[in-house]
């Protein structure tokens, strides 16, 4: 079991910055999968699908991103504490949603553990 705690949400006006976080805990980091996860940022907006916004390999390797948020957000690790960023700058009233952690073995396809999210409103 992974556990996934999502923090750094809020209030924030257009042009703001935010550093959201997601820290994992669980028996799987104790054993040899730890170096073969990977993590990502979901968000969800009211009345939309959830939708992809970045992933990054615990092993390392160039992130990835959704087109609509390249050059605004940066997902990054930090090994030590087992916690993974999502830097967002610029934010504005469209990235208004719900985002969400998740955490995937690199040997399956589906993220099979998820966060409870943190709450991301920007006011125009």
């Known amino acids: 079991q992974v556990q996934l705690v999502e923090s750094g949400g809020g209030l924030v006006q257009a042009g703001d910055s935010l550093r959201l976080s997601c820290a994992a805990s669980g028996r799987t980091f104790s054993s040899n999968l730890f170096s073969r996860c990977e993590m990502a940022w979901f968000r969800q907006a009211p009345g939309k699908d959830r939708e992809f916004v970045a992933r990054i390999s615990w092993s390392g390797g160039t992130p990835t991103y959704a087109d609509s948020v390249k050059g605004r957000f940066t997902i990054s690790r930090d090994s030590a504490k087992n916690t993974i960023f999502l830097q967002i700058n610029s934010l504005k009233p469209e990235d208004t949603a719900i985002y969400y952690c998740?955490?995937?073995?690199?040997?399956?396809?589906?993220?099979?553990?998820w966060g409870q999210g943190t709450q991301v409103t920007v006011s125009s």
């Open positions: 998740a955490w995937r073995s690199s040997s399956l396809a589906a993220y099979t553990f």
